[in-house]
């Protein structure tokens, strides 16, 4: 079992930056892979990014890419997500997600959810 849980979520204006963190317990972090996903409202789930045990291995959305960047700590259990240039479409709950071993960009290829954190981008 593993428990997730984010932070760093707040109210910016477009243009600005903000670093999102996502500290897991429970089990070996170094054992999961992890991933970033968000949510707008009456919109599904989306995937942003994904990042393998090591750190060694991410990709991006297309719209996120060049803007966003994923990381993790392994000394630290602790994801994080730079979001730069951010822009009002951004607006979301965003979400971290982890798994052993996710077969796919879907949210169903991830066993482990934290409760998310609110980013709001104002124009």
């Known amino acids: 079992q593993v428990q997730l849980v984010e932070s760093g979520g707040v109210l910016v204006q477009a243009g600005c930056s903000l670093r999102l963190s996502c500290v897991a317990s429970g089990r070996a972090f170094s054992n999961y892979a992890m991933g970033w996903f968000r949510q707008a409202p009456g919109q599904g789930r989306e995937w942003v990014a994904p990042i393998n045990w090591s750190g060694g291995s991410t990709s991006y959305a297309d719209s996120v890419k060049g803007r966003f960047t994923i990381s993790r700590d392994n000394t630290k259990n602790t994801m994080y997500l730079q979001m730069n240039s951010l822009k009002p479409e951004d607006t979301a709950v965003y979400y971290c997600?982890?798994?052993?071993?996710?077969?796919?960009?879907?949210?169903?290829?991830?066993?482990?959810w934290g409760q998310g954190t609110q980013v709001t981008v104002s124009s």
């Open positions: 997600a982890a798994d052993s071993a996710p077969r796919g960009r879907a949210p169903s290829s991830y066993s482990y």
